[in-house]
C-alpha cells in the first residue's frame, strides 16, 4: 500500500492540465480548457477542465473529478494505479509496504488480473534473454528482423517455451493464483485439462495508453505449426481488441508532437517503423478498423496517415476504414508501398531517413489515393462513373460542412467534372442520409418534412421544410408552447433546486469574506450556515455536504472544494464537481470588443446568497401551506380546523414578509 505522505504529495504535484492534455486535445476557453469528450463520441465540445479548481468535467456522461477520477475513468485503473501512474510522471518515490502474497491476492479482481499479466511479461521476456531456448529461437528470430536490443526492450518483447505448461508452473512456484492465468487468457482449460495458450512462439505485449498490459499477440516459429500464425488473446475484462490500438503507449507522445499519427497493420510495421525514427505509428493488429480506435486516435490527433500494402485488390478491400476515418472528424491521408512491400520490409530496404522521404512524398489524400486506385490506367467511362461516385460518398461521410466544400472544389478540378454536378450528387447522398436518421430519431415530428443534413450545400430557395443550409432549429420550437407554459414541477423538486444552489454557493465562493452581521466582516459559508440554521435540508447528499461544512466551522475553518475530493464519499466527490462547474463561460472579448458588462454573481455574494436563502425559505413555507390546505379539507372538528386556519395565517404572513424581501433583493 502507498504510504498517505506519499499520496498527499501526489496530490499536491498533480495537475489537471497537465495530465489531461496527454490524452486529450484541449482548447483554451476563457480560464478553462473545454474538448471532445474522450469518454462517447460528440461532435460539440461538452469536456471541461478547470486548471484553478484541478478538476475535469464531461457533460455528455456526468464524469467528473481530479486527475486521479480521470485515469481511473479512461483507462480503467484502479485508485493505486492511478496513483502510481501519477507518482511516476511527477518523479516521487513510493513509500509503500512490501506486500506479501495475501495481501496480493486479497486486492481487487482487475488490479489482480494486471499483476499476472505483467508477471506473464516478464515471465516471456526473462526466457527470451535467459533461456537457451529463447536466446537460439526467439532472439535469434527478432535480431533476423534486424531489431536491435533496445527496440526489443522498449517493447518488451518475449519468448513463451515450447512447453505445455511453461508459465503455469512458473506462476505457481511465486505463488500467483492460477484463476487469473485463465481469466487473463493466458490458460486454457478444456475439460480436465488445462495448459498455457502460449508455447513455443515470440511474444508481443499489448499496452494500454497507461502503459499496463493488458494482452498478447504471439507468433509462432515453427514451419510445420498447424495453428494460425500469429495467436492473440482472447478479450477478457481488460481487453476489448476493437478498443485498443498496438504501439499507442509508445507512440501517443510523438503521435501529439507530430500532429499525424500513421496506421499499420502488424506488430513488426509498428516496430520496424518506429525503430527507424518514425514512433508517431499503430497498428489495428490485423483486425478491421472500429469506430472506437479511431476515437482513441482522436485524442492525440486529426490527422491520419495509413500505410498500405502494396496489393491493390486488398487496398480496395481498406476502403471502408478509410470511410469510417472521415466519418468520425479525422483528416485522411494514404501512402501505397510497391507490389509486393509492407511498410516492415519496405523501411528496412530503403533505411529510416529515405523511408521517411518516400512517405512524405507519396502521402495522397483519399481523393487523390482513389483516383489513382480506382480511375488511372482506366478509359472504361462506366468504371470512372463508378468511382466518382466513391469519391463523392466519402465526401459526404465528412461531417465538417467547409471540408465538404473544399474536398468537392479539389475533386471538381482534378477529375475535370462541373462542380455543380458533384454537389447535386453529393446533396443526393446528404439528404437521404438525413432523412434516415430523421425517421429514426425524430418520427414525432410533422409528415412531409425534409430537414437539411447539418452544413449541407443547399440553396437559399431549397424546399425541404427546414431552414437552408441544415439549421436546423432546437427540439423546443416543436413542442406546444402551452404544454411549455403549463409545464408543472413539483414543490419537492423546487426545493431540491433551491438547496442545491445553496451548497453551490458554498462549494464555490465559501471562502470568500463578505460583509456580515453587524458590519463585521466573514466568510460567505459562515453567513449561510447561520441564515440555514433553522432550515431542514430534504436531499440526503446536500444535507451531508452541510453537515460537513459545519463540522468544519466548529474548528473554525472553511471547508472548501479540496477537501470535498478527498472525501471517502464518492458520491460527494461527484457532486462537488457537479456544482462547481460550469459548461459555459462568458467571453472576455464581450467587454473589448462589444463594450458589454456582464455582472458576475462574485461581485454580489451576499446579494445572491440572501436571495437564494429567502427563495429556499418561500418554497418550503409555500410547500407547508399546501400540506397545511390539505390537511385542513379532512379536518371535521371545529378546534382542528381553527388550529389549521391559524396555522395557515401564519404561514400566509411569513410567505407575504419573504416575498416582500424578495422583492427588495436586487443583483448589483
Known sequence: MISNHTIEEIKNRMDIYEVISEFVDLKKSGSSYKALSPFTDEKTPSFMVSPSKN?????????????ITFLMELDGLSYMEALKFLAQKYGIELEEEVQTEEQVNAQNERESLFITLNYAKDHFVSNLWESEEGRNIGLTYFKERSFSEETIKTFEL???????????DASAKKGYNETYLARAGLKIVKEDKAYDRFRGRVTFPIHNVSGKVIAFGARTL????????????PETELYTKSKILY??????????????????????DVISLYQGGIKNVVASSGTSLTED????????TENVTVLFDGDKAGIKASMRGIDMMLSGGLNVKAVRFPEGEDPDSYSKQLGGTAFKAYLDENSLDFISFKTELYITGTNDPIKRAEAIREIVHSISLIPDPIKRTVYVQQCSNKLGIEEGTLISELNKLLIKESQKNSYSSNSGRSQGSNPAPSGGFFPPDFQGGMPPFGMEPPPDLFADPQDLLEEKVSPNEVIRNQERESIRMLINYGEEMIDGFEGTETHLANYILTECEDIEFTTSIYERILNLFKEKLVDGQ??????????????????????????YELSHNWSDKFQISVAHERDSLRTSAMGNILRLKFRIIQKMIAENMEKMKTATDDNEIDGFLSIQKDLKEM?????????????K
Not at 458520491?571 to 462547474?581: F, G, H, W
Open 655 to 667: 410567505e407575504m414578509a419573504i416575498a416582500k424581501e424578495l422583492g427588495n433583493v436586487t443583483v
Open 293 to 300: 480506435q479511431i476515437k482513441l486516435i482522436k485524442r492525440y
Open 158 to 168: 518475449g519468448y513463451a517455451l515450447d512447453q505445455w505448461q511453461g508459465l503455469m
Open 55 to 67: 478538476i475535469f468535467k464531461c457533460f455528455s456522461t456526468g464524469k467528473g473529478g481530479d486527475p
Open 222 to 233: 515453427k514451419s510445420n505449426e498447424k495453428g494460425p500464425k500469429y495467436l492473440n488473446s
Open 247 to 268: 504501439g499507442i503507449f509508445q507512440a501517443k507522445n510523438e503521435i501529439r508532437n507530430q500532429a499525424n499519427c500513421y496506421l499499420v497493420e502488424g506488430y513488426t
Open 558 to 583: 472553511v471547508l472548501n472544494l479540496k477537501d470535498l475530493l478527498n472525501h471517502d464519499d464518492d458520491e460527494i466527490k461527484r457532486e462537488a464537481v457537479n456544482l462547481s462547474t460550469e459548461r
